[in-house]
């Protein structure tokens, strides 16, 4: 009998094997904590409420309610918050910006989500307004990220999470430049970072590299996006500066009208990224929930998260 075996089986037995990840048995299941934006209309308003009661029972650390550009959704951000304080069990943690206020407004809606008893606040600079090319700080506000993390501190103890960008935001003058700015922003009293979303682990692996190097210490937790629209999501990350990788699109091609089957992929291909994280260590993560849970609640799940008893 020839020893020499030909062809596919061959390739089988001779190729790389490729060790299993982690069962998540092995390991304590994460923190989570889960984003969602304002409603516009009493159907968004609906969904957005199916949404935080379905993911409520995993005990999220805490869910942040975004600003839009300019802070344009201040009063339902405001809206949201209050109700999240009120009426769950939920930690909320308030967008706050930088955009369109003076430092007094800014204040004043810190205190008022002090005085309803929210602690959390996630500070950033903010999109410049709707028809504006490039952020231009308010003359009597707050000019950056730092100088809004050191005003809360004024204030009083919040629990401030800021932004960071894997990939550079699109404004940095340089990728060097954009991690002193985090630094900046961590030395003025942030508790964490939170990145924008990425779709290449080895880009928030670097990332952290490089934050370590820079004397970063506090956690800079991954912002993971499940994908349930690839071509709203593609046109979206060519604003902010995310980049789509090659093989992603592939796995979404032909799926434009195959909602189911591009939702089962969409969860695929996010299970696969959170769990080659959680394989590398990383024990936090931050998801942008787009207002839905099904496939946040699925990865969660995949991730060891159970509902919380009682």
Known sequence: MDMALPGTLQRWLTGPRVAGLPVPTEMPPPK????????????????????????????????SVTYGAGGT??????????????????????????????????????????AAGVRNIVALRGDPPAGASEYTPHPGG??????????????????????????????????????????????????????????DTDVYLRFIDRCAAAGITVPIVP????????????????MCGASVPAWMGRLFEGLEEDVETRRMVAAVVAAEQVRLL??????????????????????????GARPKAG
Request: hydrophobic content about 45%.
């Open 73 to 114: 959704t201040r009063s339902r951000t405001h809206d949201t918050v209050a109700r999240l304080a009120k009426e769950t069990s939920l930690t909320p943690a308030a967008h706050l910006t930088c955009v369109g206020a003076t430092r007094e407004e800014v204040d004043e809606v810190a205190r008022d989500y002090l």
């Open 223 to 238: 912002g993971i996006l499940p994908v349930s629209h690839f071509g709203q999501m593609k046109k979206f990350s060519a």
């Open 142 to 199: 707050y000019a950056q990220a730092e100088d809004l993390v050191r005003g809360l501190r004024r204030i009083g103890d919040f629990d401030i999470s800021v932004g960071a960008y894997p990939e550079t935001h699109p404004a940095a003058a340089s990728a060097s430049a954009d991690l002193d700015f985090l630094k900046r922003k961590i030395d003025a009293g942030a508790t964490r970072a939170i990145t924008q979303y990425f779709f």
């Open 32 to 63: 989570l904590s889960f984003e969602f934006f304002p409603p516009k209309n009493e159907a968004l308003e609906t969904a957005l409420w199916a949404a935080i009661r379905r993911l409520e029972p995993l005990g999220p650390r805490f869910v």
């Open 278 to 303: 959680q394989a590398n260590g990383v024990d936090e993560f931050h998801f942008y929930t787009l207002n839905r849970a099904d496939l946040t609640y699925a990865i969660a799940h995949l991730l």
